[in-house]
């Protein structure tokens, strides 16, 4: 077993074992090549201003504006029973 008492050899033992495969957003599960890119793609997409923003169809929160687009973009895939609110994801 290797043991690293230095934290940039870690870090950078670690990285070999990642190469190649994808990181994934834990907030919207898009994939990048590079952890770095994932870190700038969160700190872009998914930066926090510390408000909620709520869905106008179905009043779900989320943290940015970024995460409700991308969840109202499912309502259009939705069908609104005739008989009452509900929404619902299939016929």
Do not use: W
């Amino acid at each position: 077993m290797n043991v690293f008492y230095d934290r940039a050899l870690f870090t950078k033992h670690r990285k070999q074992h990642n190469e190649g495969k994808p990181v994934e957003c834990q907030y919207c599960q898009k994939k990048f090549d590079k952890a770095k890119n994932l870190s700038e793609h969160i700190r872009l997409q998914h930066k926090q201003d510390g408000t909620m923003k709520k869905c106008h169809i179905c009043d779900k929160e989320f943290i940015n504006t970024a995460l409700l687009k991308n969840h109202v973009k499912t309502h259009d895939k939705c069908f609104k029973c005739p008989h009452c609110d509900k929404v619902f994801a299939s016929r």
